[in-house]
């Protein structure tokens, strides 16, 4: 597999597979977003919508670009994660302490009232003391770091293949 083509492909996986890791543990497990997690996954979602575009694009020159987005977009949820795990492990306070998740529904009171409260400087689960913060920090900062290298490569031999 040419390096290009594995750089297409990080940048689609890594954002797809962050933001379903995201959304199962909020769904299945029950660990709702504070507003930093939400933030965080906002770069994903552009991220993703930039690697399909660049899938799309059938010229060189404007799928590399569209890969080169989706890097940096992926870069931008890691560093708003990182950011987030500092908060979370009381290194430095945060934008923002707690979010909720109510919704407008029947009754919007009732709905705010009964809305889970969740803290954005309180880990609400971890592995081997990193957060879900601190998981979107490593592995975007290194997934978008590898699509960059690979894209270096891959035009590195396109220019001398």
């Known amino acids: ?5 594995f750089a297409y492909i990080l940048a ?5 597979a962050l933001l379903g890791g995201a959304l199962v543990s909020q769904y299945g497990f029950g660990l709702y977003p504070c507003e930093m997690c939400m933030w965080q996954r ?3 979602w552009a991220a993703l919508a930039f ?7 059938q010229s060189r020159a404007w799928s590399m670009l569209f890969v ?18 500092g908060v979370e492990y009381g290194w430095w306070e945060g934008i923002t302490s707690c979010a909720t998740t109510a919704t407008a529904g029947d009754n919007l009171l009732e709905s705010i009232m009964n809305a889970p409260l969740v803290r954005c400087d ?3 689960w971890s592995l081997f003391g990193i957060s ?20 270096l490569r891959g035009r590195k031999g396109a220019v001398h293949g």
């Open 12 to 16: 689609l996986v890594i954002p797809a």
């Open 1 to 5: 597999m040419s390096a290009l083509r």
């Open 122 to 124: 309180v880990a609400p």
């Open 42 to 44: 906002w770069p994903h």
């Open 51 to 57: 690697a399909v575009i660049a899938i799309v694009f």
């Open 132 to 151: 879900l913060a601190g998981y979107n920090f490593l592995l975007s900062v290194g997934g978008a770091m590898l699509i960059l290298i690979m894209m």
């Open 68 to 85: 080169g987005l989706a890097a940096l977009a992926i870069l931008t949820s890691g560093l708003i994660g990182g950011f987030h795990a």
